[in-house]
């Protein structure tokens, strides 16, 4: 009798512990539904601009497959590299709550996944939803890794505007007749600057305007009176774009996948990194329209791609071989058809905008060109007044360690980086017009792995502020792990006196350009613990060092704290 009480007793004690376990623990998220996905990174062969080349792909395919989900979902992806390259996969916009393993910036979250070896990303898409997109995030292989992700509403969740008519998904990039690995490595060891791309490229067609690209046409088959919803995404690796349809508006109802107020324009400006969803009514005369892609250079004597990607919006009914009426795009360096987009923008859900703030940062960032220190100069000193050129934030050209930076933190190795990231420049002068550092004065930056260590909870708002140092120009700031508010922009040197600050409505963003010669304030709460990089979206200039890494520490409690890595990290 009494092994019986003893039995009974255990057993209540393991039910009441279930119970415990079940109904009082929270939750992972875990996600609604499980999508899973087969990623196989390869080699392939393509026929561009009368040339034939080997290209790195996702399941030979370019662009690269879409990845579908609905809000709440779980994504499992299994990577495996077939290439001969190193690689990892970025999931762009993707907060990663809880999964800042799965990130994918090498040297920073993971280790690059080795020739022949694969890695498994999973990551829930939690109170997210709209126009993503993938890429490479290790040497300049993005040029030719990247496809799109969307997430749709959970079932019956309307979109906040007309239900259009078809989706299309429409992909701006850049393409290199080079080989883009040798040409990474070809420009770096010169300390000089990269050529322009040989094409831009819109779904990975580059259009008429080109030679041998006649045919080589990506084009949307359209019915009168209907409105189309088309996803943008500039997956260019150096190049700010304008994107324009000849006769038609554009209706901005999404940037960066979060919800906007709809605004109505002739043509958008989309960096790298940054996606946009506008309606489009086929409200004109039947006939063939053009989609045209072409460049926002604001930067001083960089040479740039010059001749537009051109696609097809082409009303059923039209002519196969009628002419395309042509779109209408801003000179290169148009500044204010930029800044009369980014003041349309306002964001449609902002009830959690951070009125106050905990850290205040101020990051200058820019060009910087170091002194010549090679022993071949003509080989390796190629920059400005015989130097060779660099990038920096608040003048500290970010190197990337031998580890990832997560890995070394999680579990306390000591060497690869320092926590001594300053919050603010080390003096402040007229940033905009250069003095006193203005080339060919003194524009060395310093090289260090610095990263700024947040407490988990911390109201965070930074000031971005371009630099005049080499030359003014818009950058396309990126940062892991968070979306955030832009609440404030202009033009010169920030004043914190006369700025203007919008806390009402701002857009809600993951990538920012920050004005030529200008200035842009962002905010952003610190709650997601992990390791985010943060940089600019060119790539060369992040191969120069313009990025640091914000550490945002455990707070309290299981959903407060970043899980154990997963078995199958890549080495280094």
């Known amino acids: 009798m009494a092994n019986l009480v003893i039995s009974l007793m255990l057993w209540l004690c393991l039910i009441s512990y279930a119970y415990i376990a079940i109904h009082a623990a929270p939750e992972w998220p875990r996600g609604r539904s499980t999508r899973f996905y087969d990623f196989k990174i390869q080699t392939m062969t393509v026929n561009k601009l009368c040339n034939s080349k080997q290209i790195v792909t996702v399941n030979n395919m370019f662009p690269g497959p879409v990845a579908y989900a609905q809000e709440g979902d779980r994504l499992i992806v299994k990577v495996t590299n077939e290439s001969p390259y190193n690689a990892t996969i970025h999931w762009h916009g993707v907060r990663q709550i809880l999964s800042c393993w799965f990130d994918g910036p090498s040297y920073i979250t993971q280790c690059p996944i080795q020739a022949g070896q694969s890695f498994t990303y999973e990551f829930t898409m939690v109170r997210q939803k709209g126009t993503f997109f993938w890429h490479a995030h290790v040497s300049w292989l993005r040029a030719t890794v990247y496809g799109a992700l969307v997430v749709y509403p959970k079932p019956g969740v309307p979109y906040p505007f007309k239900y259009p008519y078809e989706e299309h998904i429409v992909i701006l990039g850049e393409y290199w007749l080079q080989d883009i690995v040798q040409l990474e490595r070809q420009v770096l060891a010169s300390g000089g600057g990269p050529p322009p791309a040989s094409a831009y490229t819109i779904n990975g067609h580059p259009g008429p305007n080109y030679n041998c690209s006649a045919n080589d046409v990506y084009k949307i088959d359209v019915a009168p009176g209907k409105t189309y919803l088309l996803r943008l995404i500039n997956a260019g690796l150096n190049m700010e774009n304008f994107f324009a349809i000849a006769n038609h508006k554009l209706t901005i109802v999404e940037a960066d996948a979060e919800y906007t107020e709809p605004f109505t324009t002739d043509r958008v400006m989309l960096g790298p990194g940054q996606t ?43 002519l196969p071989n009628s002419l395309s009426l042509p779109a209408r795009l801003p000179s290169f360096n148009d500044n204010l058809a930029v800044k009369t987009v980014m003041d349309g923008l306002r964001g449609l859900n902002t009830s959690n905008v951070p009125k106050e703030i905990d850290t205040n940062l101020f990051l200058t960032i820019g060009m910087n060109v170091n002194k010549c220190r090679s022993k071949t100069p003509q080989q390796n000193c190629q920059g400005l007044n015989n130097g060779t050129m660099a990038a920096s934030m608040n003048n500290i050209s970010f190197i990337k360690p031998t580890v990832s ?76 792990g968070y979306s955030f508010y832009v609440v404030g922009y202009g033009a010169g040197n920030y004043n914190p006196q006369t700025a203007s600050l919008n806390l009402v409505d701002p857009p809600y963003m993951n990538t920012i350009g920050v004005p030529v010669g200008g200035w842009a304030a962002i905010r952003f709460v610190a709650d997601n613990p992990g390791v985010w990089f943060m940089h600019c979206h060119f790539d060369i200039h992040q191969s120069w060092g313009l990025g640091t890494v914000f550490i945002v520490k455990n707070g309290k409690g299981h959903l407060e704290t970043l899980p154990h890595p997963p078995a199958d990290l890549p080495r280094c």
């Open 405 to 480: 930076v997560l890995e070394a933190y999680y579990k306390g190795i000591e060497g690869y980086f320092t926590d001594n990231f300053p919050g603010a420049p080390f003096r402040f002068y007229d940033f905009v017009n250069g003095a006193p550092n203005n080339a060919p004065n003194d524009t060395n930056s310093m090289n260090g792995t610095r990263v700024k260590v947040l407490e988990y909870g911390t109201r965070v708002q930074l000031i971005l502020q371009d630099t005049g140092t080499v030359t003014t120009e818009n950058h396309p700031i990126h940062l892991h």
């Open 276 to 318: 946009m969803n506008v309606l489009v009514t086929a409200d004109q005369t039947i006939g063939k329209y053009s989609m045209a892609m072409g460049p926002y250079m604001s930067a001083q004597n960089v040479p740039f791609q010059n001749i537009s990607a051109i696609a097809y919006f082409q009303y059923v009914g039209a």
